[in-house]
C-alpha cells in the first residue's frame, strides 16, 4: 500500500483576486509532517506552487491514473475558491480571470466536478481531500469582499469512502491571517501531527477524522465565525493519516494541558495536577511553559481579537453616537476580518454603548450645573448703575437684613428703576451703596500702591493683601530676610531658565487590572472602564505593563486594554525615562513527591 500526497498551493493571481502569501506556506508545512518517517510516513509528497489551469488538472489525472486499489491519495489545495452563477464551485489557479462583462473564465479555473470525475474513476479507494480556501462569489464587482460561502460542497466532492475535509473562509478573514503566516486550519492541522495531539483516542495513530475534530476545535477557539467541516459515508473503515508517539513526555503533558484548560485559563486544581505531572515526566520549566503556551494560545488569540474590536467600537463611538450606516458597515467588515461572530461582538457592544451613553450624559449634566453654577454666581453679583436719578441721596442708615435675591446681571439700573418687580425684591439704593464704596476703595488702594516710595517696605498687612491679589510662587525680599533663618526647610526656587520636565505618564484603560503580568482566573484585582491610572514604566516583553491604582496599589495591565498606547510610549520617551522590561511571569515550579521530601 502507498501513500501518496498531492499539495497545491496558489498565492498569485489575475486582477481581482487577492494574492495569498500564505498559501504556499501552508503546502510547504504539511509536506514536512506528511513526508517525515515518524509522523506521516507518506512514500510520496508532490507540491504544485502557483499552476495555470492545465497544469493542475494534468498532474492530477496523471498522479490517480498511477495508483492501485489499496494505495492512498491525499489531495490538499490552498488558495482561493470561486462560486459561479449555477453554483457549481471552482479552485482559482494563477491565470483566473473574468471577461470584460465580469463573467467568470471557467476554463481558467479548475472546477469540483472535474476533481470528482477523476477521482471517483480512479482505481485507489482510499481518498482523502482537504480544502482550505479563501470563499469568493463571481459576482462583480465585489469578487474579492464578500462574505457567503454557502455552497453545496457535499453533493460537488463527496463520495462513500472519500473523506472530505474543508474549511471555507470569507476573503477579508483569510487574507488577513495569510498575511504573515499560515491559514488558521492548516495551522492546527500540521499541529496535530507534529505534536501527535491530534491521536484522541491514544492509539499511536492519527485517523483523518480525529486530525479534523482537533483542528477544528482549535481553529473555534480562535476564530468562532470559522466553521470546518467533514464529510465522510463510510466512518466504520477509518482511514490512518499519521502515527503518534504515545510514550512522548511532551505529548502526554500536553494532552492533560488540553484538559485542564477551560476558556483559557488553568485552575488551582488544575495547576496542581500538571505541576505534578510534569515532576514525573521530567520536564523543564521551560518545555512545560512552551506546551502550555501552544495549548492557550487559541484562547489568547480570541481574547486579542475581542480587546482589539471592543477598541474600535469604542472609538467609533467617540466619534459618532450614536452610530451611523457607515461606521456600522466598517464594524461588520471588522468583525469579519477577525474571525468573530454576531453572538462574540453583541455582548460588548450592548457593554460598551450604554456606558459611553451615561458618560455623555454625565459630562453634559456636569456641564449644565457649571453653567447654572456660573450663572447663579453672576446674577449675584450687583450691576453697576447706569444712570442716577437726580437729587438721590444715599440713605447711609439702610441694612440689609435679609440676603438680596437673584436679578438679572444683564440688566442696569435703569431697567430696574422701571420695573416693579425689581425694585421691590433689590432696591436701588443699596446697589448705588455697593457700586459707590467698591470703586472708592479700589481708588484708595491704588492711590496707596504707586505712591509709595519704590524702597519702603510694605506693611505686613498690605502685603498680606497684595500677596492674596496677585500670589506668586517667588517669595518677597522681606519675606525671604525674615525666613531666612528657617531655610532649611523651605525647598529652594526653581531655576527659571530650566526646561519643564513632564508630569508622570498615564494610560486609559477598559478591561482586568491583574497582580501579575499573566491572565489567570484569580489574580483579576479590578475591572475599569475608561480610567485613567498612572504608569509606572514597568513592562514586558508580553505587552503587559504596570500601573498604579489610587490606592497606590500596584497592578499589571495588558496593552490591549489601554486605550492610548501611542500617547503612552511618546510621554515616557518625552521624560526621558527607560522602559524597564522585566521577565513574563513563569509557570508555577512542580511540587516535589513525597518521596523526595523524605
Keep these: 500500500m502507498a501513500k501518496v500526497a498531492l499539495l497545491i498551493g496558489v498565492s498569485e493571481y489575475e486582477p481581482g483576486l487577492d494574492p495569498l502569501p500564505g498559501a504556499i506556506r501552508d503546502i510547504k508545512a504539511m509536506q514536512q509532517v506528511l513526508q517525515h518517517i515518524e509522523m506521516g510516513g507518506f512514500d510520496e509528497v508532490k507540491t504544485l506552487t502557483n499552476p495555470n489551469s492545465l497544469l493542475m488538472q494534468e498532474t492530477l489525472e496523471v498522479l490517480l491514473a498511477s495508483l492501485t486499489e489499496n494505495d492512498l491519495i491525499l489531495l490538499f489545495f490552498s488558495g482561493h475558491s470561486v462560486k459561479d452563477d449555477s453554483g457549481t464551485l471552482h479552485f482559482a489557479t494563477r491565470d483566473t480571470g473574468r471577461t470584460s462583462t465580469g463573467e467568470l473564465v471557467k476554463s481558467s479555473t479548475v472546477s469540483a466536478s472535474f476533481i470528482h470525475d477523476l477521482m471517483s474513476n480512479s482505481s485507489c479507494k482510499h481518498q482523502v481531500i482537504i480544502l482550505d480556501c479563501c470563499f469568493s462569489n463571481t459576482s462583480p464587482p465585489e469578487i474579492t469582499t464578500t462574505g457567503d460561502t454557502s455552497v453545496d460542497i457535499k453533493a460537488q466532492l463527496s463520495r462513500q469512502g472519500r473523506a472530505l475535509l474543508t474549511s471555507f473562509t470569507s476573503t477579508q478573514y483569510s487574507s488577513s491571517q495569510r498575511g504573515s503566516e499560515l491559514s488558521v486550519y492548516t495551522r492546527y492541522l500540521v499541529e496535530g501531527i507534529e505534536t501527535g495531539a491530534a491521536d484522541l483516542d491514544g492509539d499511536s495513530w492519527i485517523a483523518v477524522n480525529e486530525l479534523h475534530e482537533y483542528a477544528s476545535r482549535k481553529v473555534q477557539e480562535a476564530a468562532p465565525a470559522m466553521k470546518p467541516e467533514f464529510y465522510f459515508l463510510k466512518e466504520e473503515n477509518k482511514i490512518l493519516l499519521a502515527k503518534a508517539q504515545t510514550n512522548d513526555p511532551k505529548l502526554k503533558y500536553r494532552k492533560e494541558a488540553e484538559r485542564r484548560v477551560s476558556r483559557g485559563e488553568i485552575s488551582p486544581s488544575g495547576r496542581y495536577i500538571l505541576n505534578s505531572l510534569a515532576w514525573g515526566l521530567g520536564l523543564t520549566s521551560e518545555e512545560r511553559a512552551n506546551i502550555e503556551a501552544e495549548v492557550l494560545k487559541p484562547y489568547q488569540e480570541y481574547q486579542e481579537k475581542l480587546q482589539r474590536y471592543r477598541r474600535v467600537y469604542m472609538q467609533s463611538l467617540q466619534r459618532c453616537y450614536p452610530l451611523n450606516a457607515q461606521a456600522r458597515e466598517e464594524l461588520t467588515c471588522l468583525q469579519q476580518f477577525l474571525g468573530l461572530r454576531d453572538e462574540d461582538v453583541i455582548p460588548i457592544e450592548e457593554e460598551s454603548a450604554p456606558k459611553l451613553a451615561n458618560n455623555s450624559q454625565s459630562d453634559n449634566k456636569a456641564n449644565e450645573l457649571t453653567q447654572l453654577r456660573l450663572g447663579s454666581q453672576a446674577n449675584w453679583l450687583p450691576s453697576t448703575p447706569s444712570a442716577i436719578s437726580p437729587g438721590y441721596i444715599p440713605n447711609q442708615s439702610i441694612q440689609l437684613t435679609n440676603p438680596p435675591l437673584p436679578i438679572n446681571s444683564s440688566s442696569g439700573l435703569a431697567e430696574s428703576q422701571t420695573s416693579p418687580a425689581s425694585v421691590s425684591r433689590f432696591p436701588n439704593k443699596f446697589l448705588l451703596l455697593l457700586g459707590i464704596g467698591g470703586g472708592l476703595a479700589a481708588l484708595a488702594l491704588t492711590i496707596s500702591i504707586f505712591t509709595r516710595s519704590p524702597n519702603s517696605p510694605l506693611s505686613k498687612s498690605e502685603n498680606t493683601e497684595l500677596s492674596s491679589l496677585n500670589p506668586s510662587p517667588t517669595q518677597s525680599p522681606t519675606a525671604t530676610n525674615s525666613n531666612k533663618n528657617s ?112
Design 487 to 598: 531655610s532649611s526647610t523651605t525647598a529652594p526656587s526653581p531655576n527659571p531658565t530650566a526646561s519643564p520636565k513632564r508630569e508622570g505618564c498615564s494610560a486609559v484603560v477598559s478591561g482586568n487590572l491583574r497582580s501579575e503580568p499573566a491572565p489567570f482566573r484569580d489574580n483579576i484585582v479590578k475591572s475599569v472602564f475608561r480610567e485613567q491610572l498612572p504608569v509606572t514604566g514597568k513592562q514586558t516583553k508580553g505587552g503587559w505593563m504596570e500601573v498604579k491604582l489610587p490606592n497606590n496599589t500596584l497592578a499589571w495591565v495588558h496593552r490591549e486594554v489601554v486605550l492610548d498606547e501611542e500617547e503612552i510610549d511618546s510621554c515616557l520617551f518625552g521624560n526621558g525615562e527607560t522602559i524597564k522590561l522585566v521577565p513574563d511571569i513563569e509557570p508555577p515550579e512542580p511540587s516535589p513527591s513525597p518521596e523526595s521530601e523524605q
